[in-house]
């Protein structure tokens, strides 16, 4: 009988060897691809290891160059600080310069006027003799190539190839003697943010083409040179030079300012905070407050009428210049004439201008003794403080510097209300107000103004310590009486006003102020007084 279960045992095992090698066969092709796969990322990570490597033995040499470096900067600020000797100094920086980046030769010149004056050389082991010819050699700024000019215009490191150096020196007698240069790098020397002079490497061999890192490096050794060039004999040679170029070129802006400030007072430019004409632009302005004197010759017309026209002028400047002094000691600035007007201004305190007007009416009582004129001279002198607008105005070709304000055309208009009133010195309310002592002046309120057109009403006084002893007791003596005149005059009570006014003119018959209201009294009693009357006396603009 056969055994069926031996038999089943062996198919089993045939069974189990059959699925193996089918499992096999499937998924060798799987194990394959992984294989492959991973035998690429074994090669990329072995390929990075090496980049890395390389990389960190680059920054290894770059660190080392860079210690190197920074040992070669310190070493070179001890020389500096230790030497004035910059002789010294620079064969130590160019010794490193050609021996770091393999350069043939090392320069150093100073800027002159129109020239680049060498002044020391180095080269590599003293190879080349032939430098000696050109000690103290003189390469125009400007010169054909453009070279220096281009390094001064852009302030950095440049380099130049294949330079044929008997062309660039063939004006030179030594010129065709100097080799043909493969590189040259121009390093400016900077002292006090001005270029005085260049550092200049040469190649003559092998053509070298400089990195940004590496300029930088070079900058700084021209960093090293400029203080060793602040600190050495040489730099002083020069700096004395430079220096009385400047002291005459400073005595001549001087000489021009005060020609100029003739023309623009230098109290304008420092308000507009310039420091000379040469800064003021159109447009300039400021605004302050500030007090205006105007001044102006009683009958001015009349006299020139009898003067020839080179009379007119000599009589003119010679009572300006006794007028500007006056004004310029009192703190005061004169801001322009006008035929024989004079505009000025005060910046600070008012009371300067009232002191100012009260001396220019001694002056005048002077000069009128010393001319002994058969028409004696008289001035009247108007006063206002106010806001005001200091600028320029014109165009690009022609402008000029003035005031614009109400304030400046009140003043005026209070300048001519002394011939009107037969005063000499006019002030407004605004200008009183600041006196710091009134009682230290003698004065009268005279009255009560508004400009055509404005809404605002100034009170007016004349100060009488510019007139004569004489004619300021007669007004002093009368002052009660005419200020209670006004009084009743603004009540609209014109029969007693009058009789104030009347009292006061049998003392002073040469009050015309009293003549002026009595006038107002009479043509108010006689025709009543309009609707719209407030008591003030309007001021016409023209």
């Given at each position: 009988?056969?055994?069926d279960?031996?038999?089943?045992?062996?198919?089993?095992?045939?069974?189990?060897?059959?699925?193996?090698?089918?499992?096999?066969s499937?998924?060798?092709?799987?194990?394959?691809?992984?294989?492959k796969?991973?035998?690429?990322?074994?090669?990329?990570?072995?390929?990075?290891?090496?980049t890395?490597?390389?990389?960190?033995?680059?920054?290894e040499?770059?660190?080392?160059?860079?210690?190197?470096?920074?040992?070669?900067?310190?070493?070179?600020?001890?020389?500096?600080?230790?030497?004035?000797?910059?002789d010294?100094?620079?064969?130590?920086?160019?010794?490193?310069?050609t021996?770091?980046?393999?350069?043939s030769?090392?320069?150093?010149g100073?800027?002159?006027?129109?020239?680049?004056?060498?002044e020391?050389?180095?080269?590599?082991?003293n190879?080349?003799?032939?430098?000696?010819?050109y000690?103290?050699?003189?390469?125009?700024i400007?010169?054909?190539?453009g070279?220096i000019?281009?390094?001064?215009n852009?302030?950095?490191?440049?380099?130049?190839?294949?330079?044929?150096?008997?062309?660039?020196?063939?004006?030179?007698?030594?010129?065709?003697?100097?080799?043909?240069v493969?590189?040259v790098?121009?390093i400016?020397?900077?002292?006090?943010k001005k270029?005085?002079?260049?550092?200049?490497?040469?190649?003559?061999?092998k053509?070298?083409?400089?990195?940004?890192?590496?300029?930088?490096?070079i900058?700084?050794?021209?960093?090293h040179?400029?203080?060793?060039?602040?600190?050495?004999?040489?730099?002083?040679?020069?700096?004395?030079?430079?220096?009385?170029?400047?002291?005459?070129?400073?005595?001549?802006?001087?000489?021009?300012?005060?020609?100029?400030?003739?023309?623009?007072?230098?109290?304008?430019?420092?308000?507009?905070g310039?420091?000379?004409?040469?800064e003021i632009?159109?447009?300039?302005?400021?605004?302050k407050?500030?007090?205006i004197?105007?001044?102006?010759?009683?009958?001015?017309?009349?006299?020139?009428?009898?003067?020839?026209?080179q009379?007119?002028?000599?009589?003119?400047?010679?009572?300006?210049?006794?007028?500007?002094?006056?004004?310029?000691?009192?703190?005061?600035?004169?801001?322009?004439?006008?035929?024989d007007?004079?505009?000025?201004?005060?910046p600070?305190?008012?009371?300067?201008?009232?002191?100012?007007?009260?001396?220019m009416?001694?002056?005048?009582?002077?000069y009128?003794?010393?001319?002994?004129?058969?028409?004696p001279?008289?001035?009247?002198?108007?006063?206002?403080?106010g806001?005001l607008?200091?600028?320029t105005?014109?165009?690009?070709?022609r402008?000029e510097?003035?005031?614009?304000?109400?304030?400046v055309?009140?003043?005026?208009?209070?300048?001519?209300?002394?011939?009107?009133?037969?005063?000499?010195i006019?002030?407004s309310?605004?200008?009183?107000?600041?006196i710091?002592?009134?009682?230290?002046?003698?004065y009268?309120?005279?009255d009560?103004?508004?400009?055509?057109?404005?809404?605002?009403?100034?009170?007016?006084?004349?100060?009488?310590?510019?007139?004569?002893?004489?004619?300021?007791?007669?007004?002093?003596?009368?002052?009660?009486?005419?200020?209670?005149?006004?009084?009743?005059?603004?009540?609209?009570?014109?029969?007693?006003?009058?009789k104030?006014?009347?009292?006061?003119?049998?003392v002073?018959q040469?009050?015309?102020?009293?003549e002026?209201?009595?006038?107002?009294?009479?043509?108010?009693?006689?025709?009543?007084?309009?609707?719209?009357?407030?008591?003030s006396?309007?001021?016409?603009?023209?």
């Amino acid at each position: 009988m056969k055994d069926d279960s031996k038999y089943n045992l062996f198919q089993k095992e045939d069974d189990i060897l059959k699925n193996a090698k089918s499992f096999t066969s499937n998924n060798v092709e799987v194990w394959q691809s992984e294989f492959k796969k991973l035998s690429n990322e074994y090669r990329a990570l072995l390929k990075q290891s090496k980049t890395i490597v390389r990389i960190s033995d680059n920054l290894e040499n770059r660190l080392n160059r860079t210690l190197n470096d920074l040992n070669n900067i310190n070493e070179i600020s001890k020389q500096i600080s230790l030497s004035l000797d910059f002789d010294t100094v620079f064969q130590s920086i160019a010794k490193y310069l050609t021996e770091s980046y393999q350069f043939s030769i090392c320069l150093f010149g100073i800027l002159s006027k129109d020239f680049l004056k060498i002044e020391k050389s180095y080269s590599v082991g003293n190879k080349w003799k032939f430098l000696a010819k050109y000690s103290s050699y003189e390469y125009p700024i400007q010169d054909n190539r453009g070279l220096i000019e281009e390094s001064i215009n852009k302030n950095q490191v440049i380099e130049f190839y294949d330079l044929k150096m008997s062309e660039v020196l063939s004006q030179y007698k030594n010129g065709k003697d100097f080799p043909d240069v493969k590189t040259v790098a121009l390093i400016p020397i900077n002292v006090n943010k001005k270029i005085i002079g260049f550092i200049v490497l040469m190649s003559i061999e092998k053509k070298i083409k400089l990195k940004v890192k590496e300029k930088k490096g070079i900058e700084q050794f021209a960093n090293h040179i400029a203080v060793a060039v602040k600190n050495s004999k040489l730099f002083e040679i020069e700096e004395k030079k430079r220096l009385l170029i400047i002291e005459k070129h400073n005595k001549i802006l001087k000489v021009l300012n005060k020609a100029y400030s003739r023309f623009v007072p230098k109290e304008f430019l420092q308000f507009l905070g310039k420091r000379n004409i040469n800064e003021i632009k159109l447009g300039d302005q400021i605004e302050k407050r500030m007090t205006i004197l105007f001044s102006d010759i009683r009958s001015f017309a009349t006299l020139s009428e009898n003067m020839t026209p080179q009379d007119n002028f000599n009589f003119l400047n010679t009572y300006l210049k006794r007028m500007g002094p006056i004004i310029r000691n009192g703190n005061g600035f004169i801001d322009k004439y006008i035929g024989d007007a004079i505009m000025a201004i005060f910046p600070e305190n008012p009371e300067n201008a009232i002191k100012v007007a009260i001396n220019m009416q001694k002056e005048i009582e002077r000069y009128n003794k010393e001319e002994d004129a058969l028409d004696p001279l008289s001035i009247g002198i108007g006063i206002h403080t106010g806001n005001l607008m200091l600028g320029t105005i014109g165009e690009e070709e022609r402008m000029e510097t003035t005031v614009i304000s109400d304030s400046v055309n009140l003043a005026s208009r209070i300048e001519a209300l002394t011939k009107m009133y037969g005063a000499s010195i006019l002030i407004s309310e605004s200008s009183f107000i600041h006196i710091e002592d009134p009682a230290s002046y003698k004065y009268r309120f005279l009255d009560i103004v508004k400009v055509k057109g404005k809404n605002n009403h100034v009170s007016i006084f004349e100060i009488l310590n510019g007139l004569t002893a004489e004619e300021q007791d007669l007004k002093m003596n009368t002052k009660d009486d005419f200020e209670m005149g006004i009084i009743n005059f603004r009540s609209k009570k014109f029969e007693e006003a009058k009789k104030l006014f009347i009292k006061v003119s049998d003392v002073n018959q040469k009050d015309k102020a009293v003549e002026i209201y009595l006038k107002r009294c009479n043509f108010f009693i006689e025709y009543g007084v309009p609707d719209d009357w407030d008591g003030s006396f309007i001021l016409n603009t023209t």
